[in-house]
């Protein structure tokens, strides 16, 4: 398996641009997480799916960031319009199943904001 | 806070040395697990510990748990220069359906 995969790895962007980062979980797995990091607050999480459904978003910071996830193989995190506090390093995990505990975790999207 | 909490935030010992990374949470836990970043990349689970136990080995790693005073410690043997990395503690909470990451214990092991 080729582990979760993330597009793209960076991304440099002006403040106001439209950003989507992009992520496919594990064949099988159930559950996936959108987590967010930086210097300043280390690995927040933003949001997670189960069975593609979102449970809780409250890590989300703004009505600026929307996450989907329209199948088992594919979500995606946008934000709208960006601004220079949202660079950051954004990761995306997933889990096998509700019995299993083990998050893998994608190589990562570092976003650049200028 | 429902996050674990590491200590020390850095530490820099000679290669063949052992490390101690600590960890403190507030909640009651099914399991904590450790995690390790290397400069760049995404976080790699290395170890999981469960509630009900105290002490876990793998390898050069040894885990321990204490419930009652809500803490766990991450022990590295002999370390190498390869363990270089930020470590990361992750307690499981009771009721939750994630985990919850501090900041993270950067290592730096001088070969």
């Known amino acids: 398996d080729a582990g979760v995969i993330q597009s793209p790895r960076h991304e440099v962007t002006e403040m106001g641009q439209e950003v989507t980062l992009r992520c496919k979980p594990i064949s099988g797995h159930n559950s996936l997480f959108w987590y967010r990091q930086t210097m300043m607050r280390g690995l927040e999480l933003l949001i997670y799916f189960n069975n593609n459904v979102p449970i809780d978003d409250s890590g989300m910071p703004e009505d600026r960031f929307s996450a989907k996830m329209p199948n088992a193989s594919f979500s995606t995190l946008k934000i709208q319009p960006s601004e220079p506090r949202d660079s950051a390093v954004y990761f995306c995990?997933?889990?096998?199943?509700?019995?299993?505990?083990?998050?893998?975790f994608g190589p990562g999207t570092r976003l650049t904001v200028l | 806070s429902q996050q674990g909490e590491e200590d020390p935030q850095a530490l820099s010992i000679q290669e063949g040395e052992n490390a101690t990374m600590n960890c403190s949470y507030k909640t009651s836990i099914n399991n904590l697990q450790w995690y390790r970043q290397n400069s760049g990349r995404g976080l790699v689970h290395l170890i999981l510990?469960?509630?009900?136990?105290r002490e876990k080995h793998s390898g050069r790693l040894r885990v321990t748990l204490d419930t009652s005073k809500k803490s766990s410690s991450l022990l590295i043997t002999a370390s190498r220069a390869a363990d270089t990395a930020s470590y990361f503690c992750a307690p499981d909470q009771t009721g939750a359906n994630n985990l919850f990451f501090g900041t993270g214990t950067r290592l730096t092991v001088i070969p």
């Open positions: 995990a997933s889990r096998p199943g509700t019995g299993s505990h083990e998050q893998f």
């Open positions: 510990i469960r509630s009900n136990e």
